[in-house]
């Protein structure tokens, strides 16, 4: 079997030595260079499978070097030597395409676990399917591009934030960056950060050992040792307490844990994605979150599309839904309902989606589903009446909650405007009177 080539890039000939030593012992061959010329001239010349190189070089910096790799018809994994403490330096780097980096002094057991992940890029020994058509459903310009970027990311190590609405799909995105990257065959471990009591996620995230506090009966280990070798995705990251995220920045920079009641820091080796719905970045303005954090998580961002701006995904995704939840023949959809579901603003996104969809189910006769048997949230209506009307926030109110009341806004609206005639509020809102019977009933409004 062929074995690997990796080019060193280091105008340090102890480091280059300690490099090629280590490098050899794993069975790889290496070539060396001092300088980026050299290192372009051996590109041209040979077909590599791993680059690592310093960020400091006689003729340019490894950023350079970068740059050049990704131009090239088959970029490899590139890692890059930072000096100690220069984590910016090292967020250049994989903003710029770096798969990993190692900080000066190099540590031999983190290098040896960085090669073997890259080398899994450049030679994956099962090849992985990397078409993600059928899971992150949507033909529309957005979505093609999203399934793009996720097969970019699979490739690099670098932290990733994920952004968008409640129910718009963000932990399926960070599991198919997890799936289709090198580490897919080690654990993914998804946390919701807003549901772990503060006084408890120093433990869930870092591990304790026994009889470090009241309660610590034994020795446990932490979401970080969990996924050990993964991915580990923070979601609804924004609600982390202060004193947490200080520790988390430290384990993000340094590669290192301490559980509670431990002396010792222990080396993790874990890729780290976070998401939330809400706005990171004014948290940061108004002092909630830390900014450094901020930097460290999101040195590649990742934004999802609310499915009001990709309506044209909406016929593809009901018919997966409906196929999904139907256990034999899946019902057809009207052309009407469709429309109706393509003028909706889905607040809650697909998730929303299917649950109209899973209600429309129970409710229609048999044959297709009609426009009310979908018995459509009044969102529309009551935006128009209501300007001031807040945005939707979980934290303060269920998704169910929040669209009855806007709806119970609409519909009292209606009634108002036509003294009370509901037939003619029927009419108004574009209902017909069993629907508006329906929604009456279910929102107590009937008397």
Same mark, same amino acid.
């Given at each position: ?14 480091? %280059?030595?300690?490099?090629?030593? &280590? ?26 499978? $791993? ?30 030597? &930072? ?24 540590? $031999?057991?983190?290098? !040896? ?19 993600? @058509? ?12 999203? %399934? ?6 699979? @490739? ?81 990251? =924004? ?31 874990? !890729? ?37 701006? !990709? ?31 393509? @003028?909706? %603003? ?40 209501? &300007? ?6 979980? =934290? ?13 806004? =609409? ?19 574009? $209902?017909?009177?069993?629907?508006? !019977?329906?929604?009456?009933?279910? $929102?107590?409004?009937?008397?």
């Amino acid at each position: 079997m062929k074995k690997p080539l990796a080019l060193i890039v280091d105008d340090e000939p102890d480091i %280059r030595e300690l490099l090629e030593l &280590t490098l050899n012992r794993m069975a790889i061959q290496t070539h060396t260079a001092e300088n980026i010329k050299t290192a372009k001239a051996l590109l041209e010349d040979k077909t590599f499978d $791993l680059c690592l190189t310093d960020m400091k070089l006689p003729d340019g910096n490894g950023l350079e070097l970068i740059s050049h790799i990704q131009g090239l018809s088959q970029p490899l994994p590139i890692a890059v030597i &930072t000096a100690f403490g220069s984590m910016d330096t090292a967020i250049q780097a994989m903003k710029k395409g770096a798969f990993d980096f190692i900080s000066k002094p190099i540590d $031999l057991a983190g290098l !040896r676990l960085l090669i073997n992940s890259a080398l899994k890029l450049s030679n994956p020994e099962t090849p992985k399917e990397r078409r993600t @058509r059928n899971t992150l459903l949507g033909d529309s310009p957005v979505m093609r591009d999203i %399934r793009s970027r996720i097969d970019k990311l699979a @490739r690099s190590q670098a932290p990733v934030y994920i952004s968008g609405e409640s129910g718009s799909g963000k932990e399926m995105v960070a599991r198919l960056i997890h799936q289709q990257s090198s580490r897919g065959d080690k654990p993914f471990v998804a946390i919701n950060c807003g549901a772990i009591p503060h006084e408890l996620m120093e433990s869930e995230f870092f591990g304790h050992k026994k009889g470090s506090f009241t309660g610590a009966i034994s020795d446990k280990k932490g979401l970080f040792q969990a996924a050990d070798g993964g991915t580990l995705f923070l979601d609804e990251v =924004a609600d982390l307490p202060q004193t947490l995220q200080v520790k988390l920045l430290r384990a993000i920079q340094e590669k290192k844990i301490r559980p509670v009641g431990e002396q010792l820091e222990i080396p993790v080796d874990v !890729r780290l994605l976070s998401a939330t719905h809400r706005n990171l970045a004014d948290m940061v303005k108004s002092g909630v979150f830390r900014q450094d954090l901020y930097y460290r998580i999101n040195v590649i961002d990742l934004v999802l599309p609310p499915l009001r701006e !990709r309506v044209t995904d909406i016929p593809m995704l009901a018919e997966h839904v409906l196929t999904k939840l139907s256990k034999e023949n899946a019902p057809t959809i009207s052309t009407s309902a469709l429309a109706a579901l393509q @003028r909706y %603003r889905f607040p809650g996104n697909v998730r929303e989606l299917e649950n109209i969809l899973e209600r429309a189910l129970a409710l229609y006769d048999g044959n297709t589903i009609e426009v009310d048997d979908l018995n459509l949230p009044l969102v529309d209506r009551a935006y128009s009446t209501d &300007t001031e009307q807040a945005d939707y926030d979980p =934290a303060k109110e269920s998704l169910e909650d929040y669209l009855d009341a806007i709806e119970r806004k =609409a519909i009292t609206t209606a009634l108002e405007e036509n003294r009370w005639n509901k037939t003619a509020a029927a009419k108004q809102l574009g $209902l017909t009177f069993r629907s508006f !019977r329906y929604r009456l009933k279910k $929102l107590n409004m009937e008397d």
